[in-house]
Structure formats: structure tokens, C-alpha cells
């Protein structure tokens, strides 16, 4: 282990080493903000084939592959037929009937309640997360305390272990404290929403601390001076600055619990708690080729508001998956 | 640091609202806790909340009020999980070892021996409903011969004696109508419906408490009086249960193999036992018994093929599309990128369960489309999701789909942070084009992203989503003693272990798996962290 005075250096790496699919120290930005367009000598075609053509042709190709599913759901979904074979690349028909029986919320299959029970629990997990993790890092970054860089590393060391991993132990948890306030135990949104709460804390509020270190101290200073307690400096001064920050890492940790299956898989168990990804799971494996309009228009439906806010805010959202904004 | 006890504004009342809140809803959940006799959960509670108490009201603890909040769910939701991880592994944690050691002894006292010789006056069984839905809400008449009739409350056999179990006794005129369709407001279940019940209840192991014995339960349409006697009687200064029918003691059983039950000296074990440390047996019986070696090693062998194909082939398409695009003149890249991180936002499972029914073999459009080839090379279709080869591939091709747009950004990130002068002095050396790449640009970006990669390769390891969602570990591999798949990695393998409820849940073995995982993990941490040294040591300048 590296020198206590190399305590910087020391944590860009324990950083990068954390796992997570991905965030580390590098910093770069997909484009600087407003540079003059340069004019260039048009070229000939043979010169544009040459030095611009074939990569052209290659990002076609990917292009193609990237949206070759998507194609296929959408289409499917305005097909208004279950049949799996009668699935084409582009939409034929704009049958709605698919959409019809989703929104209807079926008993046996209730699609909406799922969906809503997905936002609820994420919405709320990942906003809970991100404020005890901006918390947890105001006092890393701005306290000297006994035991401070311990805490930091002991938190990166924890976050080693994806929460899920312990699935088994946190199961027969869950089943205890039910037994105790049955209210926030098993299969219940309230107690799937605490156990996602505890999952990130660790690794958000390391991500977060970075970002807090890089706001200047003589703000806090001069607000103390002036008389601001640590909690009007934090609401007031830093919470403001890290905010592209926090809404970065709240997205990502949103997107991740909306996604995450094994936990709920595992704590929840009557059709009416299940989050999206339990009930579509149960639903799909059923009976594939049946099902596929229904599967199709489920899908369009949970993907696109996600879709939406990354293409519109994925700037932000891509410097912060791969370190720039949220380091700093 | 000026908050602290002196300091009587609006944040200290506030505090002390929630501390006491908090504080109020501890002492009831101790109470439930002592009451269960769950001394550890207890002792856990009172030093968290002791803490918390601490930390809230003792003046000079700045930091960790801003911690503790997050320090709470952490340590109940991941500390602790981990910990207890390690616990149950040493356990024999299954179906049939799930409870206390006096639970299971409270089990087998309640156990009844009814002598098949003393039989007792035969009653005819009838089922009424309140209707409340509830499925317990349902009481029992039985009429005998004379018309005598018990109406009331079952129990199950296991569950100890009700008082007042019984809500009418009586005697039915001759001439009434037996059974009436409706009794005491409750209405008569039809046959069918005590079918469907019987489906959710045990009838056989009902009983009815009346004054004069137990009416036990013979099926769904009859029960008798018997005389039932207590079958196992615990002796707890010999720890032992006494069989007092067949005459044997049965002692907590000494080896691992049996401990955690009770082996009565006939040799017969009794299921079900208790919860019981077996120290390293679960790691013991992966790494000997070759009816659940074999398969453990398969997994595990592929679950390194697995991450390493995912990081190498997400890798090298999204440098690829990377490189391609890094030219300054090219135009449209905002579309490009755009398009390219679409398969990065659709929530994996959903995509992946689209994947699935695009490589379904028999309907999937990817055989549809594929067909033309299949007839011109004269081959069956390919199965891609059942033929054990095959589905290996679609789960690396569906990963490649989930996992190159990430690679493209961090790669296109690491090319644009790469100073220019590098590559023109370089140049100027006569490094251009393939060489320049290889000698330069391309060590200069595994300096940058080969902790990323590692991190990518940890994330890939554990992917449950993608496997789970895709193949479900499948095909199944024949002849193995334990649930596994072609394509199981380690943690569907210890998923599948830990509940799939056909051949039961071994949650001991499952923990065990997962201690494996964590160990693996920290290897993985530790070698980045040394392997990342190595690279900036020989390229990082700074």
C-alpha cells in the first residue's frame, strides 16, 4: 500500500480497482464546448472513399447491428399479433391492440402495477442513496477526522462485493425483520426499496467525495465567517455545485435498480409486489412465441422514457459513466 | 463545529423527534426479539441503537453525524449480509434444516402416535366457509351416526392444543337435512371446493380438539376419535428424544453428516433437523464429492471464458468503432454516438428478453433470416439456444450487443485525452498509420482504461441478469447430482442451488459458492491494483 502522503494517488486507484462497470480518474470531454469550425479543401470522391467512405460503411454496419432488435420490438409491438414468426424488421401494420392489453393492467398479468412498482422502488432507493451518500461525502471531503482514510478505504473494500452476491443472507435477513415489523420484510416494495438503499451508499458516496473535493474550501470558509452553520454550507453552497454530479450518479444508480432482478427475484413473491424485471420474467418464460407482441409493447413501453433522458442528457450521463464530470 | 448539545435551535429538536422515534420502535422490536428468543438479532439492535443514540446526542461527534445515515443501511444491507454469508456457509442450512434446535424438538414432542388397534367412533367430515377469503377461514363439522355433531376450529397436528377450539356441540333432530347448506352464518363448501382446498391445507394432519380427545382427520370426508399418545418425549439432561412406539433414543447426531438432526440407534435419521455449524463440510463436499465437483469446476472454468470473451470481444468492436470514427474530418459522429448508445440504455432485461425470443431456433427472426443459408449449405438450422456450443456463443453475441457501447465511449474518451504532439513526434520519427497505433496510441490507451477493463471483467464475472434472463444457465447438463447448465456461472449456479425448489434449497452449500465468489473478487481487486502500478510505472509519465 502506497504512502500516507500519496493519499491521492493512492485513491485514484483504489478508485479504478472498485469495480462497479467503471469509473475512473480520467478525465476527458466529448467535445469542447464551442470551438470554431475549421474550413478543410473539398475532397474528391476517391479521396473521401479512401480516407472517409469505409469508415463511414463501418459505423453503418454498426448502426445496423445496434438497432436490429430495437427494430424488431417496435415493430412487433405495432403488430398487433402474439405470433413470435410474424415478427418483421420494419413496422407493417399500426395496430395499437398490444399497447391496449398492457395498459389494461390484465389480473393474472398486471404489467402497469409492475412498472409502477419498478419507478416507486428506484425512484426512491437511488434518491435516498444519493442524499446519504452526498452526506457521507460532505464529511470525507470536508472533515479531518480520526479514522477518515480508513473509512474511505474500508468503503471501497466493502463495495469489492456487489450487494447481490449475498442474496441468500440477505433473504433469510429480510425474513427476520419481517417477522418484526412485517411492514418492511419480505415481499414488500418497502423492503426491497432499504435493501437496494444499502447497495451503492458506499461506492456513491466515494464517487460523490471526489467531485465535493474538487469545489474550492474557501467557499465553505467565507460562508463561515459569515456565520453559516456545516448544514447551510452543505444545502446551501455545496449541494448546489455537485448537483450535475448527483443527478449523473442518481441516474445511473436508478437505471441499476431498475434493472436488478436477483433481489427482487429472491424477496419478492406475490404477482402484485413484482417489480418489471420479475413479472416480464415470469410472464415471458411461460411461453415465448405466444406472447411476443404483448413482450414487444411491454418492452417499448419500460425502455422509453430511460431511452429518452440518456439521449437528451448524454453528455452529462457519458462523462459520468466514465469518470470525467463525477472526478472532477 | 458549532452543533452540539449547547445549540437549542430548530436542527437539535428535530434530531431529538427522530432519536426518539427511532428509539420508540427499537424497544418494541427488542420486545418481539426477546420474546422469539433471537438473542444475537437483539444484541445487534441495542448497539446500533445505542450508537445512533450516541452519535446524535454526544457533543463532539461532527463527522459521523453526517455518516451515520449511510453508515446504517450499509452495514445492515452489505456488511452484515457479507458476514452472514460466511456463517451460513459453515452451516447445513436446507430444506429440512431451517429452524432452531428447539423448534425442531417442539416439532417432534407435538408429533402424535395413533394406535391403528383403538379405533374410536367414526365421524362424517364437512366443510364450511365464512367466505372471508382468508384460507384459514374455514370450520369443520363432523356428524357421527346418531347425529351427534363437533363443530369448530381445526388445528394441524403439529400446532399445540386449542381451548376453545370447538364452537358447537350438539345433536341433530332426525328428519334434519345433514349436512344443512348453511351453518352458524358459515356456508357448505361444495366437493369441489374441498378439493381446491385440500390443495392448500393438509387435511390429513388436521385435528380437532374436543372434550372427550382428538377427532384426527382421516381424509376429506371422515374423521375418528382416537386416543393419541405423544410419540417422542425430549430428555433434556441426555439431550435425547425417547421414541416411546418403537422403543429408542434417538441423540443429536455426532459426524457432519448427520449433525443437526436427531439419529435414533436403529440408525433411522430424523428429518426435520436444526440449524447446525458444520465447519468446512460445504467447502469440503465441492471440492471431493465428484457429483458436485464436476459441475462446479464446469461453471467455474466458464465463467473465466465467459467474462474474458465479454471484456475482449466488447472491447475490441467498441475500439474498433472508436478508431474508425477518431478522424477529424469525419462528420455525423453525434448520430453515430446517438445510435450507439441506445443498446446502452434500454434496461439490459429487457433487451436480453427480446434476445432471447430473436434466437428462439424454431421462430426467432435470426433463423428466419438465416434460413436462405441453411438451405443453401444444406445444415439444420442452428440451435441457439439448445445445443450447448451454440448457446455459449449467443451469450457472448447478446453481451457483445449489451456491452460495446460502453467500450466505444470509453475508448473514443481515452483517444481524444491522448495528447497530439505524441503521435507528430512519432511521426516525425517515422512511426505512422499500424505502427504508430501499436507502439503508441495503443499502450498509452490500456494505461488509461485497464483498470476499467479489469473493472468490466468483475462486472461480466457476475453478469446473473444476462444468463439467467437468457439461456437460465441452460441447456441442463445430464447426469449431474446438482441443478446446472452449459452456460451457469458461478452465481445462476448458486441461485439455482439456493432455491430451486424441486430438489430443494441448500442454503449452506449456496453461501459457500459465494465465499468462493468474494475470494475471486478480491483476487481480481488485487491484481488490478498491482497490474495498474506495473502499467503506469512502465508508460504514465506523471
Redesign the interface.
Known amino acids: 500500500m502506497a504512502a500516507p502522503d500519496n493519499n491521492q494517488e493512492l485513491e485514484a486507484?483504489?478508485e479504478?480497482?472498485?469495480?462497479?462497470?467503471?469509473q475512473?480518474g480520467?478525465?476527458?470531454?466529448?467535445r469542447k464546448a464551442k470551438e470554431p469550425k475549421p474550413i478543410?479543401p473539398k475532397?474528391s470522391g476517391k479521396v473521401w472513399l479512401r480516407?472517409?467512405g469505409?469508415?463511414?460503411l463501418?459505423?453503418i454496419l454498426?448502426?445496423i447491428?445496434?438497432?436490429y432488435?430495437?427494430m424488431?420490438?417496435i415493430s412487433s409491438s405495432l403488430s398487433g399479433q402474439d405470433?413470435?414468426?410474424a415478427?418483421t424488421?420494419f413496422p407493417t401494420t399500426f395496430d395499437f391492440s398490444s399497447y391496449q392489453v398492457l395498459f389494461s393492467n390484465p389480473d393474472l398479468t398486471p404489467f402497469m402495477t409492475w412498472l409502477r412498482n419498478s419507478w416507486i422502488v428506484s425512484l426512491a432507493a437511488s434518491s435516498m442513496n444519493v442524499a446519504?451518500?452526498a452526506?457521507?461525502a460532505?464529511?470525507?471531503s470536508r472533515?479531518r477526522?480520526k479514522g477518515?482514510r480508513t473509512?474511505l478505504l474500508a468503503l471501497l473494500l466493502?463495495q469489492?462485493?456487489?450487494?447481490?452476491?449475498?442474496?441468500?443472507?440477505?433473504?433469510?435477513?429480510m425474513i427476520?425483520i419481517g417477522?418484526?415489523?412485517p411492514a418492511i420484510g419480505l415481499d414488500t416494495l418497502a423492503g426491497l426499496t432499504?435493501?437496494y438503499?444499502?447497495?451503492a451508499?458506499?461506492f456513491n458516496?466515494f464517487l460523490i467525495k471526489g467531485f465535493m473535493d474538487s469545489i474550492p474550501d474557501s467557499l465553505d470558509e467565507s460562508a463561515r465567517v459569515d456565520g453559516a452553520?456545516?448544514?447551510t454550507i452543505f444545502t446551501k453552497i455545496i449541494l448546489p455545485l455537485a448537483r450535475p454530479a448527483l443527478a449523473v450518479i442518481f441516474i445511473i444508480s436508478f437505471?441499476n435498480l431498475?434493472?436488478e432482478?436477483?433481489l427482487a427475484r429472491?424477496l419478492l413473491s406475490s404477482t402484485e409486489n413484482f417489480t418489471f424485471?420479475v413479472g416480464?420474467?415470469l410472464f415471458?418464460?411461460a411461453n415465448?412465441?405466444a406472447s411476443?407482441g404483448l413482450?414487444?409493447a411491454?418492452?417499448v413501453v419500460?425502455?422509453a422514457p430511460?431511452?429518452l433522458?440518456?439521449?437528451i442528457a448524454?453528455r452529462a450521463i457519458?462523462s459520468g459513466?466514465?469518470g470525467?464530470s463525477v472526478k472532477g | 463545529m458549532a452543533a452540539s448539545l449547547g445549540n437549542w435551535g430548530t436542527g437539535f429538536w428535530v434530531r431529538l423527534v427522530l432519536l426518539a422515534l427511532l428509539d420508540a420502535v427499537a424497544l418494541w422490536s427488542s420486545l418481539i426479539l426477546i420474546a422469539d428468543g433471537s438473542v444475537i438479532m437483539f444484541l445487534g439492535l441495542v448497539i446500533g441503537v445505542l450508537f445512533i443514540n450516541w452519535v446524535y446526542l454526544w457533543p463532539r461527534t461532527e463527522a459521523l453525524r453526517w455518516i451515520t445515515p449511510g453508515l446504517v443501511f450499509m452495514t445492515i444491507f452489505v456488511v452484515i449480509p457479507i458476514i452472514y454469508t460466511s456463517y451460513v456457509s459453515l452451516t447445513n442450512w436446507r430444506t429440512g434444516n431451517v429452524t432452531s434446535k428447539e423448534q425442531t424438538i417442539d416439532f417432534w414432542e407435538a408429533k402424535v402416535y395413533v394406535d391403528p388397534e383403538a379405533e374410536g367412533t367414526l365421524f362424517d367430515l364437512f366443510v364450511y366457509t365464512d367466505d372471508s377469503g382468508d384460507p384459514d377461514g374455514f370450520k369443520l363439522l363432523l356428524v357421527n351416526e346418531e347425529g351427534q355433531y363437533v363443530y369448530g376450529d381445526p388445528r394441524l397436528r403439529t400446532e399445540t392444543a386449542i381451548e376453545d377450539g370447538v364452537e358447537d356441540e350438539g345433536t341433530f333432530a332426525s328428519g334434519e337435512e345433514i349436512p344443512p347448506a348453511e351453518f352458524n352464518g358459515s356456508r357448505l363448501l361444495t366437493q369441489r371446493e374441498v378439493f381446491q382446498l385440500s390443495t392448500q391445507v393438509d387435511f390429513k394432519n388436521l385435528v380437532v380438539d374436543t372434550d372427550s380427545g382428538e377427532i384426527v382427520i382421516l381424509g376429506l370426508s371422515q374423521g375418528r376419535v382416537v386416543q393419541a399418545s405423544q410419540r417422542y418425549v425430549y430428555d433434556e439432561e441426555a439431550d435425547t428424544l425417547i421414541d416411546t412406539v418403537e422403543n429408542r433414543v434417538c441423540s443429536p447426531g455426532e459426524v457432519t453428516a448427520t449433525k443437526g438432526n436427531f439419529v435414533c440407534d436403529d440408525g433411522e435419521v430424523l428429518v426435520p433437523g436444526w440449524v447446525a455449524t458444520i465447519g468446512l463440510k460445504n467447502y469440503n463436499t465441492v471440492a471431493t464429492n465428484p457429483l458436485i465437483r464436476e459441475p462446479f469446476l464446469r461453471v467455474f472454468l466458464w465463467n473465466f471464458v465467459f467474462a474474458f470473451l465479454s471484456v475482449a470481444t466488447t472491447f475490441a468492436l467498441g475500439l474498433l468503432l472508436a478508431v474508425t470514427m477518431h478522424h477529424y474530418r469525419m462528420k455525423g459522429l453525434r448520430f453515430y454516438r446517438s445510435v450507439f448508445i441506445i443498446p446502452y440504455a434500454i434496461p439490459a432485461f429487457l433487451s436480453i428478453l427480446v434476445w432471447r425470443g430473436l434466437f428462439n431456433s424454431s421462430f426467432g427472426t435470426i433463423n428466419r433470416t438465416l434460413a436462405p443459408l441453411y438451405d443453401l449449405l444444406g445444415i439444420d438450422p442452428i440451435r441457439w439456444l439448445s445445443d450447448p456450443t451454440w448457446a455459449k456463443v449467443t451469450v457472448i453475441l447478446v453481451n457483445l450487443w449489451l456491452g460495446f457501447p460502453y467500450m466505444f465511449l470509453l475508448a473514443t474518451g481515452a483517444l481524444q485525452s491522448i495528447p497530439s504532439d505524441i503521435l507528430e513526434a512519432a511521426s516525425v520519427d517515422g512511426a505512422t498509420g499500424g505502427r504508430a497505433f501499436r507502439k503508441i496510441t495503443f499502450p498509452l490507451l490500456m494505461v488509461a482504461l485497464a483498470p476499467l477493463l479489469i473493472g468490466s471483467f468483475a462486472f461480466n464475472f457476475n453478469n446473473f441478469n444476462l444468463i439467467f434472463l437468457l439461456t437460465q444457465g441452460g441447456p441442463p447438463v445430464l447426469g449431474a447430482d446438482i441443478p446446472v447448465g452449459h452456460t451457469d456461472i458461478l452465481i445462476s449456479f448458486t441461485f439455482n442451488l439456493a432455491s430451486n425448489a424441486g430438489r430443494g434449497n441448500n442454503f449452506g452449500l449456496a453461501s459457500a459458492i459465494t465465499m468462493l465468489i468474494f475470494f475471486l473478487l478480491l483476487l481480481i481487486s488485487a491484481f488490478s491494483f498491482r497490474f495498474t502500478k506495473r502499467l503506469e510505472d512502465t508508460y504514465g509519465g506523471s
Open positions: 486507484r483504489v479504478s480497482a472498485a469495480k462497479s462497470g467503471g475512473s480520467m478525465f476527458f470531454a466529448w478543410y475532397m480516407t472517409l469505409w469508415r463511414h463501418i459505423a454498426a448502426v447491428f445496434s438497432l432488435p430495437v424488431y420490438i405470433n413470435l414468426s415478427a424488421f446519504l451518500a452526506m457521507a460532505f464529511a470525507f472533515f477526522f477518515r473509512g466493502v469489492i462485493f456487489p450487494q447481490f452476491l449475498a442474496f441468500v443472507a440477505i433473504l433469510l435477513i427476520e417477522n418484526i415489523i432499504l435493501v438503499l444499502g447497495g451508499i458506499g458516496t452553520s456545516q448544514w437505471i431498475f434493472s432482478f436477483l429472491t424485471a416480464l420474467q415471458t418464460s415465448y412465441a411476443w413482450l414487444s411491454a418492452a419500460g425502455a430511460i431511452v433522458t440518456f439521449l448524454q457519458i459513466l466514465t470525467g
